[in-house]
């Protein structure tokens, strides 16, 4: 079958001109993605990423350790990216924001598959300067690629419909594996696509061969997860996680968050995708639209709303799943929606209205309000760790109890340093083990992170009544305290 593209009244003279746009937009998200990429230190989530994909560790040890985190494909291309790439932080932001800048590009194919070249400049523009996508591309974790396989997923899955030949069925099988083992959502996108499939075939009455290679596909995609659906099945009885029950109205947060916090943006924009789904309505009230175009409609509304009532139902009634990060699932299917209601406005002048006061309030919001290149949100392990290399004297030994993240710091140092944290227990047992190994200590470091004490409760009263502070650095949650024996 074939899709029609509105074309409504031209944003550009050319073709010419409009690459000549995306490039332009492109080179903005590059800046946006690369200006400060290593200013934040990593924070915990980060710190989870990087240290088991350390290039010494074996491949099962990565496999094994993704069974307590996510699925392992993005640690695996992280620990081959440190083959090739220094192991440090800013290398592995870089990867990540090099995934976040092929986010941006493959937007751009999939607004121009769904509707015209305007609206995918209007998608790629909207991704560049995204408040979200600029601080999960900067962030040493899975998003920026979260967010890339489920825009390549829903490309080659709506190219499936669309042209039905092999290259199609292949890319949307590869990009859908890729996705199932990039990030447990992941398996949320591929049910949701299994129920919009559902919809097509009643819907358009496809022809049989068509709905066979469908089933056979998806099988094909399930049976390439099941080695992983024993941890999925574990993990599934945890009744208890971090993740707090979502409030009924979590949708408006979200997308208030989507924005960086901007609510002239996120209204602006908001009315924006509105005009998209008043002309939907309207065209289905009045027959003037096409039925290729209810699909679209139909793929995008299902995207957004079923990936967030699949898991706000889940984690009401079950344990809690949803995260607004997580949603960056979700993202692409509303910037979409944003960029198809543009599509709809003809004046020009108010297209470019639109245009200009979203790139003046998002560049206000990014440089000035949030601050996002020049303040400190993320716990700073890093300074309080360089602080310990800086003033460390040989045999001053250091402690905590967040040693496994702490020590990938001191990785590299010469001579060589490590954090203890073996005593990370309050019973009388493990305090009477760290007291006898205090008794010998003149002075030592206590490394503290992610407003969590490096030492016990009972070990740091032990602390408290035997040493005082010789020197204490604090820094946006995390410190470094260097203690030494009280004199009698």
């Not at 129920?195 to 998806?218: C, D, H, N, P, Q």
């Not at 003033?391 to 967040?402: C, D, Q, R």
């Amino acid at each position: 079958m074939t899709f029609n593209h509105s074309t409504g009244i031209s944003f550009f003279n050319s073709k010419f001109s409009g690459y000549l746009f995306f490039f332009g937009i492109l080179a903005v998200g590059i800046f946006l993605r690369l200006y400060k990429l290593d200013f934040k230190s990593m924070w915990l989530d980060e710190l989870y990423s990087i240290v088991p994909v350390n290039p010494d560790n074996s491949v099962s040890f990565i496999v094994n350790h993704c069974k307590a985190d996510q699925p392992p494909f993005y640690f695996l291309l992280l620990h081959y990216w440190f083959k090739l790439t220094p192991y440090t932080s800013i290398s592995g932001r870089l990867l990540s924001s090099i995934l976040g800048i092929f986010g941006i590009i493959a937007i751009y194919f999939l607004g121009k598959e769904i509707n015209n070249q305007r609206t995918g400049l209007f998608a790629s523009f909207l991704t560049a300067i995204n408040f979200y996508h600029i601080y999960y591309s900067q962030e040493l974790r899975f998003y920026s690629l979260l967010f890339l396989l489920t825009v390549l997923s829903f490309h080659f899955f709506i190219r499936s419909i669309k042209k039905q030949d092999l290259a199609s069925y292949a890319l949307y099988t590869l990009s859908t594996i890729a996705l199932l083992y990039t990030q447990y959502f992941g398996m949320l996108v591929f049910a949701i696509q299994g129920a919009i499939f559902v919809i097509y075939v009643i819907y358009y009455r496809e022809k049989m061969s068509f709905i066979l290679t469908g089933i056979f596909l998806a099988s094909l995609i399930a049976a390439s997860f099941t080695p992983w659906l024993p941890t999925v099945l574990y993990d599934s009885q945890i009744e208890a996680y971090w993740v707090p029950t979502p409030k009924p109205y979590f949708f408006a947060v979200y997308y208030y968050l989507y924005w960086g916090k901007d609510v002239f943006t996120a209204l602006l924009l908001l009315a924006t995708g509105a005009l998209y789904l008043l002309w939907v309505y309207k065209g289905i009230q009045h027959q003037t639209i096409t039925r290729n175009q209810v699909l679209i409609a139909i793929i995008l509304v299902s995207w957004i709303v079923l990936s967030y009532a699949l898991p706000y139902i889940r984690s009401v009634i079950s344990t809690p799943m949803l995260q607004p990060r997580y949603t960056l699932v979700t993202l692409p299917a509303i910037l979409l929606v944003i960029a198809l209601g543009f599509d709809r406005i003809t004046r020009t002048n108010v297209r470019t209205l639109v245009i200009t006061l979203t790139v003046i309030a998002t560049a206000m919001n990014l440089f000035i309000i949030q601050k996002h290149y020049t303040m400190h949100d993320k716990a700073q392990w890093r300074e309080a760790a360089q602080v310990v290399i800086e003033e460390h004297e040989p045999g001053v030994k250091v402690y905590s109890n967040l040693e496994w993240w702490y020590n990938y710091f001191f990785y590299s140092t010469n001579p060589p340093i490590r954090v203890l944290g073996k005593y990370a227990s309050d019973d009388q047992e493990q305090l009477q083990r760290f007291i006898e190994q205090m008794q010998n200590e003149e002075q030592f470091w206590v490394l503290n992170g992610e407003g969590a004490m490096g030492l016990t409760a009972m070990q740091q009263a032990y602390v408290d009544a035997h040493y005082e502070v010789a020197k204490r650095y604090d820094f946006f949650a995390a410190s470094a305290v260097l203690y030494q024996k009280k004199r009698a």
